[in-house]
């Protein structure tokens, strides 16, 4: 049986401190073991800033739950982290800056010191230099990669419900499997292209949002949009998905739907007028696409709030 020690405090080869604008914040930080630790995150606001330094033979492991968190790098380059990716990266800094998407992030990070990985978790892995060869696979001629399969988002569902107390040597066995995935065929063939977007780019698509919700009633396309802001089309399209999880298309149809359910809600406003605020000339139309989504006419729909 493996002899770990399980603390609840600060990482001892990092500094696990975000600074953001209504004060710092100590994410939770578990050690598993010499050399494995997890730090758990869970935030709600806009924008932060990391200060985690370690050593350059840690391994980090990035995975998102919920939200999307946005890697600011040198000013102009952002890095997307979304719900179901695991980010694979080596770095000694990490004092870069960061926003979330809505103002929200739940996540976790597995944090590999190669040097001072205890011999006890090496044992697990068949292959003791498995950690220098993932490096060696995935890292070696780029700063991340990014993976998603069904079998990476099974592992953090797991260790999301575990409970941590009464459960080490079982995330360090799932860890030490998590990283034997990572040197299958499967796991190599899934890594994803990576998306560098400009901050620049990161702007225009929230003033295309703003525009989209306050501009209903108007019938833009995508070309037009594209020309409004000056970004080119494919950049808007990925960045947009990107962002908001959605494309522009099922963006606008949404935004139209809850609009519409708003107005016939809360206010008397006929059903044409409605409609042509959610940009629909024609009510028949408007009728027929709110019946498809919501299983009931407007006016069905108005009467049974009403009442």
Same mark, same amino acid.
């Given at each position: 049986?493996?002899?770990?020690k399980?603390?609840?405090?600060?990482?001892?080869?990092?500094t696990?401190?975000?600074?953001?604008?209504?004060?710092?914040?100590?994410?939770?930080?578990?050690?598993?073991?010499?050399?494995?630790d997890?730090?758990?995150?869970d935030?709600?606001?806009?924008?932060?800033?990391?200060?985690?330094?370690f050593?350059?033979?840690?391994?980090?492991l990035?995975?998102?739950? =919920?939200? =999307?968190?946005?890697?600011?790098?040198?000013?102009?380059? *952002?890095?997307?982290?979304?719900?179901?990716?695991?980010?694979?990266?080596?770095?000694?800094?990490?004092?870069?800056?960061?926003? *979330?998407?809505?103002?929200?992030?739940?996540?976790?990070t597995i944090?590999?010191d190669?040097?001072k990985?205890?011999s006890?978790f090496?044992?697990?892995?068949?292959?003791?230099?498995?950690?220098?060869?993932?490096?060696?696979?995935?890292?070696?001629?780029?700063?991340?990669?990014?993976?998603? *399969?069904?079998?990476?988002?099974?592992?953090?569902?797991d260790?999301?419900?575990?409970?941590?107390?009464?459960?080490? +040597?079982?995330?360090?066995?799932?860890?030490?499997?998590?990283?034997?995935?990572?040197?299958?065929?499967?796991?190599?063939? =899934?890594?994803?292209?990576?998306?560098y977007?400009?901050? +620049?780019?990161i702007?225009?698509?929230?003033?295309i949002?703003?525009?989209?919700?306050?501009?209903?009633?108007?019938?833009?396309?995508?070309?037009?949009?594209?020309n409004?802001?000056?970004?080119?089309?494919?950049?808007?399209?990925?960045?947009?998905?990107?962002?908001?999880?959605?494309?522009?298309?099922?963006?606008?149809?949404?935004?139209?739907?809850?609009?519409?359910?708003?107005?016939?809600?809360?206010?008397?406003?006929?059903? *044409?007028?409605?409609?042509?605020?959610?940009g629909?000339?024609?009510? =028949?139309?408007?009728?027929?696409?709110?019946?498809?989504?919501?299983?009931?006419?407007?006016?069905?729909y108005?009467?049974?709030?009403?009442?």
């Amino acid at each position: 049986m493996m002899s770990t020690k399980f603390e609840t405090k600060n990482i001892r080869h990092a500094t696990t401190k975000l600074f953001t604008d209504s004060g710092n914040i100590q994410p939770v930080a578990i050690k598993l073991t010499q050399g494995l630790d997890l730090i758990f995150h869970d935030y709600n606001f806009d924008n932060y800033r990391s200060a985690i330094s370690f050593s350059d033979k840690v391994i980090r492991l990035d995975f998102a739950y =919920s939200g =999307s968190v946005n890697l600011i790098k040198n000013n102009h380059e *952002t890095i997307f982290l979304e719900p179901g990716f695991l980010k694979l990266s080596q770095s000694s800094d990490d004092r870069n800056n960061y926003s *979330t998407v809505g103002g929200h992030y739940r996540g976790v990070t597995i944090l590999l010191d190669r040097q001072k990985i205890s011999s006890e978790f090496l044992s697990l892995l068949e292959n003791k230099l498995l950690l220098d060869d993932i490096v060696t696979d995935y890292l070696q001629n780029d700063d991340y990669i990014l993976v998603k *399969t069904e079998f990476i988002e099974r592992f953090f569902q797991d260790v999301e419900k575990v409970k941590l107390r009464n459960r080490v +040597q079982f995330l360090l066995l799932r860890v030490a499997e998590l990283l034997l995935y990572l040197d299958s065929e499967e796991a190599h063939e =899934s890594v994803l292209p990576k998306m560098y977007f400009t901050v +620049q780019e990161i702007k225009k698509i929230y003033a295309i949002r703003t525009y989209l919700l306050e501009n209903m009633s108007e019938r833009a396309t995508l070309k037009q949009l594209a020309n409004k802001y000056d970004i080119g089309l494919t950049t808007m399209q990925k960045l947009f998905k990107a962002t908001y999880y959605q494309s522009i298309h099922s963006f606008v149809l949404s935004a139209r739907l809850e609009k519409a359910c708003y107005l016939l809600k809360d206010s008397e406003k006929s059903i *044409t007028f409605i409609a042509n605020e959610v940009g629909y000339i024609n009510a =028949s139309k408007f009728s027929a696409f709110f019946k498809d989504e919501k299983g009931l006419t407007p006016k069905m729909y108005r009467k049974l709030y009403k009442n």
